[in-house]
């Protein structure tokens, strides 16, 4: 069955410190994958995905995610974290050509002063 | 350009009452989609539109929800009668096709409380 796996459902770290999220998937085709952040009251807003190509994608306000085919996973990454990026993330999978995406549960990001 | 805009932004209402939520997509957008995001979850699609054909709605509970996407632009979703377990958020997103992977915009959801 196709699933996400966001094994973290909360994080803290210190404004400043590196951050990693992680994200298992399991998924029957290639699957093409993506990372999302949701800040209270809001929608969700793209941060990147992978569909082919480099493995370590870039996305916007500085976050970067690296998809390791053999170990199902698509971990989200930043070197310094800012107090604004304090939000829920998610991972999410999709199929090539169809726009049907599946969630993971989120994990929700905490940073302290 | 204007973003996905729905309403209301809160709606609390009692069991088996009825309830909808509008959504208006990106301009030309041809592909809309429905999704509820319970507490601690992370969103799950209930319905996909492509102009105004439904494309999947494999997981709506078309016992008690509905939704229509008259003219291909707007959107309403129903619920009807609500249950306990319908508490949520509501989000409608919209990409320009459904099949190019293009990305998918979301709106700020509506949040239902059902008592």
């Known amino acids: 069955a196709q699933s996400v796996t966001q094994p973290d459902i909360h994080i803290t770290v210190s404004e400043g410190a590196s951050l990693e999220l992680r994200c298992n998937y399991s998924y029957g085709a290639t699957p093409y994958l993506f990372w999302y952040v949701q800040s209270p009251g809001q929608g969700l807003q793209l941060l990147l995905k992978?569909?082919?190509?480099?493995?370590l994608v870039q996305g916007i306000k500085g976050f970067e995610a690296e998809f390791k085919r053999s170990q199902s996973s698509f971990n989200l990454r930043k070197p310094s974290v800012h107090w604004s990026d304090a939000a829920e993330y998610f991972c999410a999978v999709g199929a090539w050509g169809y726009n049907k995406l599946i969630f993971g549960a989120g994990t929700r990001l905490a940073v302290h002063p | 350009e204007a973003g996905v805009a729905q309403s209301p932004r809160y709606k609390i209402i009692e069991k088996r009452q009825s309830v909808a939520f509008w959504c208006n997509p990106i301009?030309?957008?041809?592909?809309l989609y429905w999704y509820q995001q319970i507490l601690g979850q992370g969103p799950k699609l209930l319905i996909q539109?492509?102009?105004?054909?439904?494309?999947?709605d494999s997981q709506l509970p078309k016992d008690r929800f509905s939704a229509e996407r008259l003219k291909g632009v707007d959107s309403t979703l129903k619920i009807q009668p609500a249950k306990l377990e319908d508490s949520a958020v509501y989000l409608c997103?919209?990409?320009?096709?459904?099949?190019?992977?293009?990305?998918?915009?979301f709106g700020n959801g509506t949040r239902l409380t059902v008592t």
């Open positions: 301009s030309g957008h041809a592909t």
């Open positions: 997103a919209s990409s320009s096709s459904g099949t190019d992977n293009s990305p998918l915009h």
């Open positions: 539109f492509q102009n105004n054909g439904v494309v999947d």
């Open positions: 992978y569909f082919s190509g480099d493995t």
